[in-house]
């Protein structure tokens, strides 16, 4: 087979990120092409321990949740509080397109590695910084979370589920991935823009910016009469545009259909013909307001009880009726339309047991050019050596650090 070209080829990254946002961003530039440095500091980024809270391996042979969000970097520790670690970063940028941070501003400011600071000296770099909260403003300073910044105050949190429920609590940085998209998205505009005027620019987003964007239906919603955004589970808007309870414990949503011009079909499919000329189910509004909505959902919820889930999922999808089964995430790596797609792909790891892992890939793909096969992530400081000796230290110059603790 032809290998295919990266489409990202020839633009070099400097990395100086931690946990999940912001290092998933380089690390999809990474896998279509660009070469990432991550600068970690001599301890490494606290996602290489990130395993022991989500109960997954996270040793330097097998640490898939790292993996995810770092396959194919290359990997330099430094101590930046020294001038030397400093010297070496600073080189590093000058010859990056792009240079990806998530450390606060003051602290980049402290240390000369602010936008400001580094635009005079690299007129031509892409700079890129993601917050949790935005750079103004009275959260500015606070540090920011997936959970606390994308979730709990962008309003997902509150309104996802039956008002008075114990909040539910989402998959660890699942707004940081979805974030990550919005970064790259910002930094490949800017990437093309260079291209046009040889100049560079700041991009900058944050948890906070990206859980509204990803809420905005809600957040506009909510300004009109509905203020809560998840209704009683028996008085839905549209008892066709609902989830369902199925004989076998699982449940299954139809979605996206349209009440009034689907109503004699479902009326058909789910043996409930006589709603079609009862002035009761007339339209949405008509059931909402005389409260029949409440007894067509519990003639529902009665009905999908009598078939299993997968029975539902096929006599629904036979009829072209928009539907699906809520599937458990310990599914979705067996599930053959991921497989099939190459969406989810094994990762053989060089622990002793050789282990296999299902992976989740960039979800892109392009018809004349590929993508980097993953590759498991290995210790701290793994291409330290080999960084720094190609930017012209010597062996005996890289020992001497290591010796001062500059490097790892």
Known sequence: MEKK???????????????????????????????????????????RTGGVHE?????????????????NKKFLALDLKKEQGKTILMDLIRDADIFITNIR?????????????????FPALIYAHFSGYGPKGPAAANPGFD??????????????????????VPTYAFGDMATSSVFLSGILMALYAKEKTGKGTKVSTSLFASGIWCNAIGVVQTQF????????????????????????????????????????????????????????YKDVDTMQRTGSIEEITERCNKIFLTRTSQEWREYLSTNNVSCEIMMESQEVSRDPQAIDNHYMV??????????KVMMPTPPLSFSDYGCRTYKPTG???????????????????????KDSKTVR
């Open 105 to 121: 501003e003051q602290s980049l400011i402290r240390n000369g590695l602010d936008y400001e600071s580094l635009k005079k000296k």
């Open 5 to 47: 070209n990266l489409p990202l080829e020839g633009v070099k990254v400097v990395e100086l990120a931690s946990v999940v946002a912001a290092p998933t961003c380089a690390r999809v530039l990474c896998a279509y092409g660009a070469e990432v440095i991550k600068v970690e500091p001599l301890d490494g980024d606290v996602m």
């Open 55 to 71: 109960f997954v391996p996270y040793e330097d042979d097998l640490n898939p949740l790292f993996t995810i969000h770092n396959s």
């Open 225 to 280: 009469e509905r203020k809560h955004l998840n209704p009683d589970p028996l008085r839905p808007s549209d008892p066709f545009s609902q989830t369902y309870l199925c004989k076998d414990g699982r449940w299954i949503g139809i979605y996206c259909n349209e009440y009034v011009k689907d109503k004699p079909k479902f009326a058909a499919l789910l043996g409930i013909e006589d709603m079609v000329d009862d002035p009761r």
């Open 147 to 168: 959970i606390t910044a994308f979730w709990l105050r962008a309003g997902a949190v509150a309104d996802w589920q039956t008002k008075g429920s114990f909040p539910f």
């Open 379 to 401: 210790r701290i400081g793994e291409d330290t050596d080999a960084i720094l000796q190609e930017m012209g230290y010597s062996p005996e110059e890289i020992q001497q650090m």
């Open 346 to 355: 094994p990762v053989e790891y060089p622990d002793a047991a050789h282990t």
